[in-house]
Every structure is written in structure tokens, then in C-alpha cells.
């Protein structure tokens, strides 16, 4: 790799169980007990789990019906926003004490590049037990982080001790690290890629690698080149202070199913209004629009069309967004609907990576 790249010391910090963690901080009688952060009507869904919830199977996007099935001990607290976005705002204070660059992925995690720190530590492993000790002191919260070259490594090595832990993969340790590591544990591939990937011998970083650009791509489109580059330890990312959104969506969760395209008519001018007002408010504009149909079976469908033009009216979004409900025949009943707008006129465009080698990282202390 070049030197430049090669010399970047990533932190990804992740606060543990985030949601749960606080409605468990502000009321100490939840303290040890199983708690699931969201609704708890047959139509709720989780938002959150304690870990003491999570034994039992309990995990966030779970209705809260399969959530009390599994766990029948299970308490529902209600989503507080306003306080979650009050604490993520000290802790993101503490992270610009050591560094500018900073990319918060959710109100819970982030990035940081630290490999030229205002506090002057060469040491991003120090640099990341500080700043979870200083999350600890000013919140009560405990937080768990990944330190290594890049944002993908940093980020799956968060998960490797938590909760409260941190794991540092080292320059010298990164190609043998991802070439002893899961597949289903590679940032990137979920639980339907994974399945894929075992049916065609793929179950470790280092099966990954045995791969060709080619193969990767003739079966992963174009994830393949993400694929291939990451197992190789190069993923070129910089930590962007100012994310670019990707898409600007708005979705519903419905009452009662729908059953019929009539029906939800009514819904998708409500979804659009408030696709049009996120629209407006970041003055963003898109050229593909996607309609997001989960049926009361709780599948996922999406529907999408692309124009060789950016649109930004509520009225062509809507039409399109009708066009595309009444593309194809539903399979079931429906309880939620979504419209996004992605491929905006904010994107840039990408870089390809260098193939390069690890070699110059050998010299990088950590």
C-alpha cells in the first residue's frame, strides 16, 4: 500500500447496547434485567435489546410478538430520542478532543482517524482505551472499540470483546486475521450473502481469497470488487467528517395489513409528503427511486427504477412510486411501505483501490 494509506490508525467506536444501556442508566430497577427498547403492541417492533435480553434470542428489527415469545420475562420501555441524541452529543464532544475527523454512522458508533491526534499519542490503542474511559466517567455508558489500518478492519474488530472491550489488529496481524476470519463476520455480508458464499466453498477470509476478481464479480456484481479487495486488507475509505447520504427515504408501519393496491394509495401520498419535506430540507435530488413493500409475513420486497435524469417532485415521485406498486402482483398482505430516493446528485465519484501490499504497514506501530 502506499504510505499514505498504509500509515492511517482507524478507531470504530461502538457504544454497547446503546438504547437499552440508557433507559437501564436512568432507571437502575431495570439495571440486570432483559429490556427491549420500542413497542410492544402486536405491531411493535424492537429498536433495541439489553444484553440480558439478547441471551434469549431478543435482537433489534424483531417484532415485538416473536421479541416476548422468546423472552416472556421481557420489559418494553419506549423509545426516548431526545435522550439518546442528548448523550451521543457528549460523547461525540469527547471524540473531537482527539481528532477532527470524525464519521458518526448512527447515534451510537463512529469513526475516527487518529493517526495524526490533537492529544500527540502515537498510540491509537491508548488513544481508544482513553476515550472509553472518558465515555464511562462523563455517562455512566460503556463503549467497545476496534483499532486498525482501515475502517473495515476497525469495525470488525469492535465486535471482538464486547461488551466493554477493544480489540487492536495490528499492521503485521491484518492478513492472517482476515484470512482466519468467518465470512458472516466480514462488514458487508449478511445473512442471505453468507449462504451464498457457503454454497460456493466460501467460509473463511482466506476461501475468499482463493477467489478471482472475476469469479467475485460474475456472482456479486458489484460487491465482488469490495469483496476481493477487503480480504487483501485494502479498502481505501478516508473517514468523512461530513457523511454524503446514499439514499433519503420515508417509510410506514401500518396498523392493520393492507391486502389491496387501493388501499395504500392514500399511505404512499403521506410517504411522499415526508419524503418531499427530507427532500427539500437537504435540497437533495435522486435518479432512482425504490418502493419498499414488507409483507405481513414479514419478506422484504423492493421495487426500483432509475431515469437518466434527477427528480425531486413530490408528484413524479409519487406517480413512480404507484407505477412501481402496481408493477407486479403482491404476494401477501402488507404492513409497511417505504419510498427512497437514491443515486443523488450529492454522490462523487469512487476511487478504485490500489492493489497494493501490506509491506510498509509492517513498520506502522500501533
Known sequence: MSDEISLRKIIHVDMDAFYASVEQLDNPELKGKPIAVGGSSKRG???????EARKFGVRSAMSSVLAKRNCPELIFVKARFDRYKEISNIIRTIFFEYTDLVEPLSLDEAYLDVTHNKKGNPSATLIAQEIRQRILKETGLTASAGISINKFIAKVASDMNKPNGQKTINPEEVIQFLEDLEIRKFYGVGKVTAEKMYKLGIFTGKDLKQKTLEFLDSNFGKSG????????????????????????????????????????????????????????????????????????????????????YYIADKALILEMAKELLYQEQLQNSVRLLGISLANLNTENKKTEPKEDLVSVQLKFDF
Open 225 to 308: 470488487s469490495y469483496y476481493y479487495h477487503v480480504v487483501r486488507g485494502i479498502h481505501n475509505s478516508e473517514v468523512k467528517p461530513h457523511r454524503i447520504p446514499k439514499s433519503v427515504g420515508a417509510e410506514r408501519t401500518f396498523s392493520e395489513n393492507l391486502s389491496s393496491e387501493i388501499f395504500m394509495l392514500e399511505r404512499l401520498e403521506h410517504i411522499a409528503d415526508e419524503l418531499d419535506r427530507r427532500l427539500k430540507k437537504s435540497n437533495i435530488a435522486g435518479k432512482t427511486i425504490t418502493l419498499k413493500i414488507k409483507y405481513s409475513d414479514f419478506t422484504l420486497q423492493t421495487r426500483s427504477k432509475t431515469l437518466p
Open 45 to 51: 417492533v424492537v429498536a433495541a435489546a439489553s444484553y
